[in-house]
């Protein structure tokens, strides 16, 4: 997580980000709107009809971006920057109307409305969906266990993270860490009999990454049909406890019992005098470099094999990372490190070919992070609640923007931007009047409109901010363990024609329809 700001400290334009002045390529519009965040009748956004009425709506609106946030499962506070694997699909997305339609639930599993129309009540609809999913594995075990074994064969990763997952389950949820020891260090003839213990539950992981993958690939099948792309989100870390790295530790800082030696934050700034400790282990690029990068392509692979573009998370951390001891009361302790630089892009790129890659460049950005952007040739993000209340250099001000970028109002770790305009200070409101030669009464649209009018090829609005909600709208306080991710659209948003022409207008003024 990621402090919030006003403003950025006002820092001289680097000499060169990448492309500042090459040729425009088509520019886009894109709405930024998590899959739970969708309406629908079972607690929780899906991949159900919600989706189809959202991607109507983008067209209409003239919108050829979806912006969404990771489709892992989600770890603890309901994150999905938080998972106990880094290649698995959110099960909690799958569409239990598509389920009996499959003849894998009965019409009563599917009748009536779970409340939750505003937020995701997220401990009711794990009750209230859980069993159902459960219970559509089983009968799709039963109906198409070829189809499983020759989806588990072409996905390899998905072998040990549902073993992991079974074995989550065995032992109460308690860390791999702590597992008995033979377990813990994946001995043989432990995991050997571990699968023949808990083959029921493997299974059923199986059977739902399924369900996962066959509604998902429902979903860019819609999008294709209305010239819609998506992109996905890649956070740079993965948690200590999951599948991934209870499979390869050797790729991060561990001692033997699995304990790491440095985890992963940043350091203090102005905005946190101790810093923030997130904890995920840190990678042994060392070993990383060794194997060519095996695991982060693979991961790569995965993302871009249910996405078209991706945002990668933390992007500085690969031109220096902070790395604080493990124990550490906070993050003082830390120190940075030199991350691998460009050979990794260079490894990924040989690899897959050009990268559709958006970098998040945001947070302690220092010039060897702005070398690596332009050496990579990346886009990387300018958000403009950063903007206001600093100087004329402030990059990210509209005429400081650059057409390989991405334009944000804000993101999902903001405010809104009705939210960030009411807690404001009032120097910031009075930059944002002058600047934008408005009165403020309108002020959400006003950001909406510099955002769309930037060079930048790429634009994307948080669906809050084109419905004009406040601070209650919020997706996520950074730092905040709890109430975070729960926002939910009212289906009838979608049919507000006012707000899809006055979109529609403005992309079509900017070029982006």
């Given at each position: 997580?990621k402090?919030?700001?006003?403003?950025?400290?006002?820092?001289?334009?680097?000499?060169?980000?990448?492309?500042?002045?090459?040729p425009?390529?088509?520019?886009?519009?894109?709405?930024?709107?998590?899959?739970?965040?969708?309406?629908?009748?079972?607690?929780?956004?899906?991949?159900?009809?919600?989706?189809?009425?959202?991607?109507?709506?983008?067209?209409?609106a003239?919108?050829?971006?979806?912006?969404?946030?990771?489709?892992?499962?989600?770890?603890?506070?309901?994150?999905?920057?938080?998972?106990?694997?880094?290649?698995?699909?959110?099960?909690?997305?799958?569409?239990?109307?598509?389920l009996?339609?499959?003849?894998?639930l009965?019409?009563?599993?599917?009748?009536?409305?779970?409340?939750?129309?505003?937020?995701?009540?997220?401990?009711?609809?794990?009750?209230?969906?859980?069993?159902?999913?459960?219970?559509?594995a089983?009968?799709?075990?039963?109906?198409?266990?070829?189809?499983?074994?020759?989806?588990?064969?072409?996905?390899?990763?998905?072998?040990?993270?549902a073993?992991?997952?079974?074995?989550?389950?065995?032992?109460?949820?308690?860390?791999?860490?702590?597992?008995?020891?033979?377990?813990?260090?994946?001995?043989?003839?432990?995991?050997?009999?571990?699968?023949?213990?808990l083959?029921?539950?493997?299974?059923r992981?199986?059977?739902l990454?399924?369900?996962?993958?066959?509604?998902?690939?429902?979903?860019?099948?819609?999008?294709?049909?209305?010239?819609?792309?998506?992109?996905g989100?890649?956070?740079?870390?993965?948690?200590?406890?999951s599948?991934?790295?209870?499979?390869?530790?050797?790729?991060?800082?561990?001692?033997?019992?699995?304990?790491?030696?440095?985890?992963?934050?940043?350091?203090?700034?102005?905005?946190s005098?101790?810093?923030?400790?997130?904890?995920?282990?840190?990678?042994?690029?060392?070993?990383?470099?060794?194997?060519?990068?095996?695991?982060?392509?693979?991961?790569?692979?995965r993302?871009?094999?249910?996405?078209?573009?991706?945002?990668?998370?933390?992007?500085?951390?690969?031109?220096?990372?902070?790395?604080v001891?493990?124990?550490?009361?906070?993050?003082r302790?830390?120190?940075?490190?030199?991350?691998?630089?460009?050979?990794?892009?260079?490894a990924?790129?040989?690899?897959?070919?050009?990268?559709?890659?958006?970098?998040?460049?945001?947070?302690?950005?220092d010039?060897p992070?702005y070398?690596?952007?332009?050496?990579?040739?990346?886009?990387?993000?300018?958000?403009?609640?950063?903007?206001?209340?600093?100087?004329?250099?402030?990059?990210?001000l509209?005429?400081?923007?650059?057409?390989?970028?991405?334009?944000?109002?804000?993101?999902?770790?903001?405010?809104?931007?009705?939210?960030?305009?009411?807690?404001?200070?009032?120097?910031?409101k009075?930059?944002?009047?002058?600047?934008?030669?408005?009165?403020?009464?309108?002020?959400?649209?006003?950001?909406?409109r510099?955002?769309?009018?930037?060079?930048?090829?790429?634009?994307?609005?948080?669906?809050?901010?084109?419905?004009?909600l406040?601070?209650?709208?919020?997706?996520?306080?950074?730092?905040?363990a709890?109430g975070?991710?729960?926002?939910?659209?009212?289906?009838?948003?979608?049919?507000?024609?006012?707000i899809?022409?006055?979109?529609?207008s403005l992309?079509?003024?900017?070029q982006?329809?």
């Amino acid at each position: 997580p990621k402090p919030d700001r006003w403003s950025l400290p006002s820092t001289p334009m680097p000499d060169n980000i990448p492309n500042p002045e090459g040729p425009v390529g088509r520019r886009r519009a894109g709405v930024l709107l998590h899959p739970t965040s969708l309406p629908g009748p079972h607690g929780i956004g899906d991949l159900g009809s919600g989706v189809d009425r959202f991607l109507d709506w983008l067209q209409a609106a003239g919108v050829g971006l979806w912006q969404i946030l990771p489709l892992v499962p989600p770890g603890g506070g309901d994150s999905p920057y938080s998972s106990w694997s880094a290649f698995a699909g959110n099960p909690w997305l799958i569409d239990l109307h598509q389920l009996h339609a499959q003849g894998l639930l009965d019409a009563a599993d599917v009748a009536g409305t779970l409340p939750g129309i505003d937020r995701v009540d997220f401990v009711a609809m794990k009750a209230f969906k859980g069993p159902r999913l459960l219970k559509a594995a089983d009968a799709l075990r039963a109906q198409r266990p070829d189809a499983l074994e020759a989806f588990t064969k072409a996905n390899p990763w998905l072998t040990d993270a549902a073993l992991f997952d079974a074995l989550k389950i065995r032992f109460e949820g308690q860390p791999w860490w702590t597992w008995p020891e033979d377990v813990r260090d994946r001995d043989d003839f432990a995991l050997g009999s571990a699968v023949g213990l808990l083959g029921d539950d493997i299974e059923r992981a199986i059977a739902l990454q399924w369900c996962f993958a066959q509604q998902w690939d429902r979903v860019k099948q819609q999008c294709r049909g209305r010239g819609i792309e998506t992109i996905g989100d890649l956070p740079i870390y993965v948690d200590w406890d999951s599948a991934d790295v209870w499979t390869h530790r050797e790729l991060f800082e561990l001692h033997a019992g699995g304990q790491p030696s440095r985890v992963a934050g940043v350091p203090p700034d102005g905005f946190s005098a101790t810093g923030q400790l997130w904890g995920n282990p840190l990678y042994r690029w060392d070993v990383l470099e060794e194997t060519g990068y095996a695991w982060w392509i693979d991961r790569m692979k995965r993302v871009l094999a249910l996405t078209d573009r991706v945002r990668i998370d933390h992007f500085r951390a690969f031109a220096a990372y902070w790395a604080v001891p493990a124990g550490a009361d906070d993050a003082r302790a830390g120190a940075w490190v030199p991350g691998p630089g460009k050979a990794f892009f260079d490894a990924l790129q040989a690899a897959l070919g050009a990268l559709p890659i958006l970098a998040e460049d945001l947070g302690e950005i220092d010039q060897p992070v702005y070398d690596l952007l332009a050496a990579t040739g990346l886009p990387g993000m300018k958000v403009l609640q950063f903007a206001f209340g600093g100087g004329d250099d402030n990059h990210y001000l509209p005429h400081n923007h650059v057409p390989n970028a991405v334009a944000y109002t804000g993101t999902h770790d903001n405010d809104t931007t009705l939210g960030w305009w009411r807690a404001a200070p009032d120097h910031a409101k009075d930059h944002v009047r002058r600047y934008l030669a408005v009165s403020g009464d309108d002020v959400v649209w006003d950001l909406i409109r510099a955002t769309l009018a930037s060079v930048a090829e790429t634009a994307v609005v948080p669906m809050q901010d084109v419905l004009a909600l406040g601070a209650d709208a919020r997706m996520n306080i950074p730092a905040s363990a709890q109430g975070n991710w729960g926002w939910r659209v009212r289906g009838e948003a979608f049919a507000d024609g006012g707000i899809t022409s006055r979109l529609r207008s403005l992309n079509e003024l900017y070029q982006r329809s």
